[in-house]
């Protein structure tokens, strides 16, 4: 089959590699949509070394749909069947650890021990290739009527509502999102979903004017002030709840002083350099900040929210490209050419 193989930092090409065959409790199936996620693009460029991938050659890519083609050892009895339209996560967790039996298989106590949790696209072989083999507990099964594109967004819908979830987003909330790339817009869908009052997105740009078009409020913080404008915007109380959708070193400076008292900040951007944080306020006031890690079961509860159109997954499409142009595809996504928010790879 053809698959993208990075053999060093940003070197990469599309080459023939062998076909993987699924082995017990796993499925191979056909990639019809892979979807380019921000990871990706950081692994590529050799951001994680050591980590992700654990050396090259290697194949990313971890947001992703198709059709089953063929069913490992014992994936029958447990409901699969070939030709079953399926969309990807890229955790395959151990099952017994004590995170994994608590239902936080994003946290496996034997996360890097490739015989019993591999994390697809991350540390093992993903799926930007014509096919790709998952073990089951990864998979889920398609709406009727939804399409591979839309079903490549289905992870990072997962992991916005995880985000907000870890956010713990209350009925009559102000949330503020900081960062209104793909996972702040559906993060924002999210909160709207938890029963969020109101929904300020953070950013500039092109990506920020998506937001307003979507029906958030907005803060350009290239021209005010973010911390000062979300303080004047909840009559000086700050926001209840924000979600970090960006990870850089700013907007977790601004995010512990935007927080009303009691206030929680939940953080899914992942931070590439160091961050210095002023904790008093987080002391003083009860505040509180937590990480977010992919997803934790919130894929099977946001496919019917994304096929009811409470988020709005497919509609951030914005580019799609045949697996051959994939070097075009990453530029326009790390680029942001012609307004790119979800940029698809078609094998």
Request: proline fraction near 6%.
């Amino acid at each position: 089959m053809k698959g993208l193989v990075v053999t060093a930092p940003d070197v990469f090409s599309i080459e023939e590699i062998p076909k993987p065959s699924p082995g017990r409790d796993e499925v191979s199936a056909r990639v019809r949509a892979v979807s380019i996620c921000g990871t990706d693009a950081h692994l590529i460029a050799g951001h994680y070394p050591g980590f992700w991938p654990p050396g090259f050659p290697f194949t990313p890519g971890h947001e992703w749909a198709g059709e089953i083609v063929e069913l490992g050892e014992g994936a029958a009895a447990l409901g699969w069947s070939v030709g079953d339209r399926v969309c990807g996560t890229s955790h395959n967790a151990c099952g017994f650890c004590q995170k994994c039996v608590e239902g936080r298989y994003n946290l496996c106590e034997n996360y890097g021990n490739m015989d019993v949790h591999r994390q697809y696209g991350h540390n093992y072989q993903g799926c930007l290739a014509d096919y790709v083999v998952h073990g089951v507990k990864a998979i889920f099964p398609l709406p009727e009527g939804m399409d591979f594109a839309t079903g490549a967004v289905i992870d990072p819908a997962s992991i916005a509502l995880h985000t907000a979830n870890r956010g713990g987003v209350q009925p009559g909330d102000n949330v503020v999102i900081f960062g209104p790339g793909p996972v702040g817009l559906l993060a924002a869908d999210a909160a709207r979903v938890r029963g969020a009052a109101r929904v300020i997105v953070v950013g500039r740009g092109n990506r920020l004017e998506q937001a307003e078009k979507m029906g958030n409020e907005t803060i350009d913080y290239s021209a005010d002030d973010p911390v000062v404008s979300i303080r004047e915007m909840t009559a000086g109380l700050g926001a209840d709840v924000i979600l970090d959708c960006a990870g850089v070193p700013d907007t977790f400076k601004w995010s512990i002083p935007a927080l009303r008292k009691g206030g929680r900040m939940a953080a899914v951007g992942i931070p590439v350099e160091s961050v210095e944080l002023d904790l008093q306020e987080l002391v003083l006031y009860e505040k509180e900040l937590v990480g977010v890690r992919a997803t934790a079961g919130e894929m099977r509860r946001v496919l019917p929210l994304v096929a009811d159109g409470r988020i709005r997954a497919g509609d951030l499409v914005t580019h799609r490209f045949p697996l051959e142009n994939f070097e075009e595809a990453l530029a326009t996504f790390n680029e942001r050419r012609d307004g790119a928010m979800k940029v698809i790879v078609e094998p």
